[in-house]
């Protein structure tokens, strides 16, 4: 049985920062961040592929940042100079094979 455990979501102000993290009992070369907001679709806001080839979703791009550790079983998502709308619960996936993994998701919040 796959788990994912995501950590650091929390109430933030805008300008500020969080790292969020997911650690695995699995390892995997592809692991992602993905958010929901209230109301709107899942959507990608980062990825990690393979040898370390990382991509964003525009809205994020020179703000947050993808980062796993050697073994391949924990994801980090830092994130910097944070508005209200990157609101959102933020889940983290892993692929084993063809399978997509989901974390529970972690609540992130920025406001005044």
């Known amino acids: 049985q796959v788990q994912l455990a995501e950590s650091g979501g929390g109430l933030v102000q805008p300008g500020g920062s969080l790292r969020l993290s997911c650690a695995a009992s699995?390892?995997?070369?592809?692991m992602a961040w993905y958010r929901q907001a209230p109301g709107k679709q899942r959507e990608l806001v980062a990825s990690?592929?393979?040898?370390?080839?990382?991509n964003y979703a525009d809205s994020v791009k020179g703000r947050f940042n993808i980062s796993r550790n050697k073994a391949y079983t924990t994801v980090y998502l830092q994130m910097n100079s944070l508005q209200p709308e990157d609101t959102a619960v933020y889940y983290c996936?892993?692929?084993?094979?063809?399978?997509?993994?989901w974390g529970q998701g972690t609540q992130v919040t920025v406001s005044s």
């Open positions: 996936m892993m692929k084993v094979g063809t399978v997509q993994k």
């Open positions: 699995i390892s995997s070369s592809t």
């Open positions: 990690i592929i393979g040898g370390g080839i990382t």
